[in-house]
């Protein structure tokens, strides 16, 4: 069976498995990542196997109307570069309030004095869950092997949760920021981080140097960084309120016989991992699906989702590539003119 066959036979039992197709909004206005770029931090990528995996992906402008969709399955905030107003997260407000489900993809500031995203991190903390300031570097060398540097941290074990269940792949993610739970939940809600990097690692409040470069990487408590494992995932769910109605999305899959309705939030202290030049590296695409999944109350996509073939890509560090130039262009010639003199020596 071919690879293409394969994915079509796959992709038929997803649909088959999920019944009507569901939706996915994408909010714009802000600078968040685009579903429609090709170039190599757009989300056209991702937004295909969201397509693939049975639902509709769509555009959102809250600031255009008053409410969330009511066919909303799930709305996506990837990668804003400013904050959303007041009536914005008013209307996600709303929306949550009525079992709606939200993925945050929130990257550390891009200057160190850019304003914070002090809406979306407020509303986030309502959920149990922290939204820091800091970038997390990771100084393991696991990121070497797939090509990266410091300030890509690199996950390779995760807290359970079902996002991650059965999963055991790297996932990379190009300049992220801390994100945990609240200890002792908040107004009854309870959140559980789902990736961490490894004890290698900190959380580096250099924000100016990580961002722009050109300093040394050093770890410094006094200037409050913090040691690894770092958190930079996490998600919460609740029951919805008695006397909320529940989204049209989340009364069908009460008829579907699925799990109770529930309000449900995932936030990622980054948007680059599912960016086109990002989401071949390890797991970084079945971690964004599974993230989708679990959101839209359909763990059962978390197994059967669709495999592409391989990345058999070789990835070499600087010092490797160097030995490789000097045997193809000087040592292997310099053989072959050593052997050739050496044999016309010989039959002199």
Same mark, same amino acid.
Request: no cysteine.
């Given at each position: 069976?071919?690879?293409?066959?394969?994915?079509?036979?796959?992709?038929?039992?997803?649909?088959?498995?999920?019944?009507?197709?569901?939706?996915?909004?994408?909010?714009?206005?802000?600078?968040?990542?685009?579903?429609?770029?090709?170039?190599?931090?757009?989300?056209?990528?991702?937004?295909?196997?969201?397509?693939?995996?049975?639902?509709?992906?769509?555009?959102?402008?809250?600031?255009?109307?008053?409410?969330? @969709?009511?066919?909303?399955?799930?709305?996506?905030?990837?990668?804003?570069?400013?904050?959303?107003?007041?009536?914005?997260?008013?209307?996600?407000?709303?929306?949550?309030?009525?079992?709606?489900?939200?993925?945050?993809?929130?990257?550390?500031?891009?200057?160190?004095?850019?304003? @914070?995203?002090?809406?979306?991190?407020?509303?986030?903390?309502?959920?149990?869950?922290?939204?820091?300031?800091?970038?997390?570097?990771?100084?393991?060398?696991?990121?070497?092997?797939?090509?990266?540097?410091?300030?890509?941290?690199?996950?390779?074990?995760?807290?359970?949760?079902?996002?991650?269940?059965?999963?055991?792949?790297?996932?990379?993610? @190009?300049?992220?920021?801390?994100?945990?739970?609240?200890?002792?939940?908040?107004?009854?809600?309870?959140?559980?981080?789902?990736?961490?990097?490894?004890?290698?690692?900190?959380?580096?409040?250099?924000?100016?140097?990580?961002?722009?470069?050109?300093?040394?990487?050093?770890?410094?408590?006094?200037?409050?960084?913090?040691?690894?494992?770092?958190?930079?995932?996490?998600?919460?769910?609740?029951?919805?309120?008695?006397?909320?109605?529940?989204?049209?999305?989340?009364?069908?899959?009460?008829?579907?016989?699925?799990?109770?309705?529930?309000?449900?939030?995932?936030?990622?202290?980054?948007?680059?991992?599912?960016?086109?030049?990002?989401?071949?590296?390890?797991?970084?695409?079945?971690?964004?699906?599974?993230?989708?999944?679990?959101?839209?109350?359909?763990?059962?996509?978390?197994?059967?989702? @669709?495999?592409?073939?391989?990345?058999?890509?070789?990835?070499?560090?600087?010092?490797?590539?160097?030995?490789?130039?000097?045997?193809?262009?000087?040592?292997?010639?310099?053989?072959?003119?050593?052997?050739?003199?050496?044999?016309?020596?010989?039959?002199?």
């Amino acid at each position: 069976m071919t690879g293409d066959s394969e994915q079509d036979v796959t992709n038929g039992i997803i649909k088959v498995v999920t019944g009507q197709q569901r939706k996915v909004y994408f909010t714009q206005g802000h600078g968040e990542k685009d579903t429609g770029n090709s170039e190599r931090t757009g989300y056209n990528a991702i937004a295909a196997q969201v397509g693939r995996d049975n639902y509709a992906v769509e555009k959102l402008v809250l600031a255009q109307q008053a409410d969330v @969709p009511t066919d909303a399955s799930v709305v996506v905030v990837a990668g804003p570069r400013g904050d959303f107003l007041q009536p914005e997260i008013d209307a996600l407000k709303r929306y949550m309030a009525k079992g709606g489900k939200l993925l945050l993809l929130l990257d550390p500031p891009e200057k160190a004095d850019a304003a @914070p995203l002090a809406n979306l991190i407020a509303l986030a903390r309502e959920w149990a869950i922290e939204v820091g300031n800091s970038v997390v570097v990771d100084v393991s060398g696991v990121g070497r092997l797939l090509g990266t540097d410091e300030a890509v941290p690199v996950a390779a074990t995760y807290p359970s949760h079902p996002i991650v269940e059965r999963f055991d792949m790297l996932t990379a993610f @190009p300049l992220a920021r801390p994100v945990t739970a609240v200890a002792g939940g908040v107004d009854n809600r309870f959140a559980q981080a789902f990736v961490e990097t490894s004890s290698n690692s900190w959380a580096d409040t250099d924000v100016k140097t990580m961002v722009g470069g050109g300093g040394e990487l050093k770890f410094d408590d006094s200037t409050g960084d913090k040691r690894g494992p770092i958190s930079i995932a996490v998600a919460v769910s609740a029951a919805v309120e008695a006397g909320k109605e529940p989204t049209p999305a989340s009364d069908q899959a009460a008829k579907d016989e699925s799990p109770k309705p529930e309000t449900r939030l995932v936030v990622f202290g980054d948007s680059d991992f599912a960016s086109n030049y990002a989401l071949g590296i390890q797991g970084n695409r079945d971690l964004f699906m599974n993230s989708l999944g679990w959101l839209s109350q359909q763990e059962n996509l978390i197994s059967i989702r @669709p495999k592409e073939s391989t990345d058999r890509r070789l990835t070499m560090t600087s010092n490797q590539q160097l030995r490789v130039v000097l045997l193809v262009l000087l040592v292997l010639p310099l053989l072959v003119l050593g052997t050739g003199v050496y044999t016309w020596w010989r039959r002199r």
